[in-house]
């Protein structure tokens, strides 16, 4: 019996997407697609946090964005939404966006590279942190 590794599911849920760059990201934003953080609150300590994203911690994703379910947000009107899922390096995303076009969110996406595609790109313009403060200030350039 064989049996798909992770690579091989990255790969499909990858080949169900139309991924967003980081260049792309502030005319999709413009044109009103939404983005959402899913990157657990540690790492967003750790990493910053990306101004405007709508926060989903990737283990409630679906509920909160299937226009179905009864804990879905008020964001979350129809399956012709817009949403990039975010992470930190562009892997979960993929796996997470794949999940919600499985619940007929069509236009689900991700961005490649995640956070850290936007900070090299110069997309987010971090503030230096103020001593008594554990992260830092972040803000997206083209704002």
Not at 79 to 84: K, L, M, S, T
Not at 126 to 138: D, G, L, S, Y
Request: with cysteine; proline share 3%; charged share 20%.
């Amino acid at each position: 019996m064989s049996h798909l590794t992770i690579d091989g599911m990255l790969e499909q849920a990858r080949g169900r997407l139309r991924r967003v760059y980081a260049f792309e990201l502030p005319q999709a934003v413009g044109r009103g697609a939404i983005l959402v953080d899913i990157r657990p609150q540690a790492q967003r300590i750790k990493e910053g946090t990306i101004p405007g994203a709508l926060v989903i911690e990737r283990n409630v994703l679906e509920w909160r964005l299937d226009p179905a379910s009864s804990a879905r947000l008020a964001l979350a009107t129809d399956h012709d939404v817009e949403w990039i899922v975010v992470c930190s390096e562009g892997y979960t995303s993929s796996l997470a966006a794949a999940s919600l076009q499985q619940l007929g969110l069509h236009r689900a996406t991700d961005l490649v590279g995640g956070y850290q595609a936007l900070k090299a790109a110069g997309l987010l313009t971090v503030a230096a942190a103020a001593p008594h403060f554990q992260r830092e200030v972040a803000t997206l350039a083209w704002l």
